[in-house]
């Protein structure tokens, strides 16, 4: 499952700021390494581990291979947290509506700004 392995995969810390770095910018391993706390061999390995997990992507340039984002594995984690955000969303809307006073019968619930007189 996408989903899952994108989660794992973002648990570990360095991990995830590997994949930060690749969100403001594609990298080359050398250029992650250098940006890291970590060796470039453990960079390339957790690299691997966000190119299984579906979150990164790499494409080759000359000699070198640049690592970016995958937008396909990220829209997966994105579907995955929306269910769960549209869910909370609507409960929210309906408590708002029931704590607000005249909203049940049909009035507006819109807050209104009284002006000095």
Do not use: N
Request: no cysteine; net charge neutral; hydrophobic share 50%.
């Amino acid at each position: 499952m996408v989903v899952q392995a994108g989660f794992e995969a973002l648990a570990d810390p360095t991990r995830r700021r590997i994949f930060e770095t690749l969100a403001e910018a594609p990298h080359s391993v050398g250029s992650l390494a250098a940006l890291m706390p970590v060796s470039r061999p453990a960079v390339s390995q957790h690299l691997r581990v966000l190119r299984d997990a579906g979150l990164v992507s790499a494409t080759a340039r000359g000699t070198r291979r640049i690592d970016a984002v995958d937008l396909a594995g990220v829209g997966a984690l994105r579907a995955y947290s929306d269910r769960f955000w549209t869910a909370a969303l609507a409960d929210f809307a309906a408590t708002v509506i029931a704590d607000t006073p005249g909203a049940a019968a049909g009035g507006s619930a819109a807050v209104r700004s009284e002006e000095p007189g």
